[in-house]
């Protein structure tokens, strides 16, 4: 299957900083990436839908100045949280989506990066 | 608005059962739907995905059907392992936008 990977997988933090992380399909070109976070025991809820070239599409009730997408290339996208507080912590998952392969808008899902922010 | 809803939450089987993971989806105007398994703390792996046009899916001991008269998507693990023990994830992907809404997870436990 199609990989994607994510990096830092876990990061720390103080409050105020800001933390960026990568999304990168490996094998496949992705013109459409998807943002989750993840609370405990709570299922994906969609941040954002990042689409290559241009500006990133955001749910409501997400802060589009906080949380800045950046999808530059077809292979990888970027989320950097800005200026963190500790309400940001949770796991933040990436997924590309296929569209040139026989399983035709597939999500295929990045390991996730877990951020804390003290 | 597209809700996706899974029965039960959670679920604790001896190994060797055959069980249902239940998902139902309020908006039939699906593209696909996949499942998926989460290991704790850990991302996604896709199992099976189902286009709109189809009626089930098959890989290994997994089976999983779609209904979208009804709204429903079935997961159909037989013979259970403890290795199965994860948290299963259906999602619907509508189509206009292609998002994809998850539900809440069956957090799924077998005992040896």
């Known amino acids: 299957g199609a990989v994607v990977s994510q990096h830092p997988s876990r990061v720390i933090c103080k409050s105020g900083t800001s933390v960026k992380i990568e999304c990168r399909s490996l094998?496949?070109?992705?013109?459409?990436m998807f943002w989750y976070r993840q609370f405990p025991k709570q299922s994906l809820m969609l941040m954002a839908t990042?689409?290559?070239?241009?500006?990133?599409?955001?749910e409501q009730g997400v802060e589009k100045d906080k949380f800045l997408i950046n999808h530059a290339s077809l292979t990888l996208s970027t989320l950097t949280v800005t200026s963190a507080h500790p309400e940001d912590s949770s796991f933040y998952i990436c997924?590309?989506?296929?569209?040139?392969?026989?399983?035709?808008?597939?999500?295929?899902f990045g390991p996730g990066t877990r951020l804390t922010v003290l | 608005k597209q809700e996706v809803t899974q029965i039960p939450a959670a679920l604790s089987v001896p190994e060797g059962e055959n069980l249902v993971l239940n998902c139902s989806f309020t908006?039939?105007?699906?593209?696909?739907l996949q499942w998926f398994r989460q290991d704790p703390g850990k991302g996604l792996t896709s199992l099976l995905l189902i286009q709109s046009s189809q009626r089930e899916q098959t890989s290994g001991r997994l089976n999983a059907s779609l209904d979208k008269s009804s709204g429903r998507s079935t997961l159909y693990i037989a013979a259970s392992q403890p290795g199965d023990s994860a948290t299963y994830l259906c999602?619907?992907?509508?189509?206009?936008?292609?998002?994809?809404?998850f539900g809440a997870g069956t957090r799924l436990f077998v005992k040896a």
């Open positions: 094998d496949f070109q992705a013109t459409t």
């Open positions: 999602a619907a992907v509508n189509t206009g936008g292609f998002k994809t809404i």
């Open positions: 908006d039939s105007a699906i593209y696909n």
């Open positions: 997924s590309a989506r296929v569209g040139d392969r026989g399983r035709y808008n597939e999500q295929f």
């Open positions: 990042s689409n290559e070239g241009s500006k990133a599409t955001y």
